[in-house]
């Protein structure tokens, strides 16, 4: 019924910039809160960035400074901007999101397929 699909995943350079986005789909009644998490190769996934209804935000220490999340609630997607990228950076990202279908009164967790991104050094 309701889906996140990732997208803007790709190669760059060390320094270089991708954006990340994520539309959830689907019989959505509402969302609340949105993050993206990433897993490197032989790693545990990891938390990234997280961004609460209220616009609140949250980020690992490794990309703070350096990643910003954002969200349009109007388009349902989040994004994720990624500056000065770095070679550990490298991983699958992943989209999350906690929302409600317009079918189903409760609230569920939904993930992304994942994108991934490639940093050369």
């Known amino acids: 019924q309701v889906q996140l699909v990732e997208s803007g995943g790709g190669l760059v350079q060390a320094g270089g910039s991708l954006r990340l986005s994520c539309a959830a789909s689907?019989?959505?009644?509402?969302?609340?809160?949105m993050a993206w998490y990433r897993q490197a190769p032989g790693k545990q996934r990891e938390l990234v960035a997280h961004?609460?209804?209220?616009?609140?935000?949250y980020y690992a220490d490794s990309v703070k400074g350096r990643f910003t999340i954002s969200r349009d609630n109007a388009k349902n997607t989040t994004y994720l901007f990624m500056n000065s990228l770095k070679p550990e950076d490298t991983a699958v990202y992943y989209c999350?999101?906690?929302?409600?279908?317009?079918?189903?009164?409760?609230?569920?967790?939904?993930w992304g397929k994942g994108t991934q991104v490639t940093v050369s050094s």
């Open positions: 999350y999101a906690r929302m409600r279908s317009t079918t189903w009164s409760a609230w569920d967790s939904y």
């Open positions: 961004i609460a209804i209220g616009d609140s935000t």
């Open positions: 689907g019989s959505i009644f509402s969302i609340n809160d």
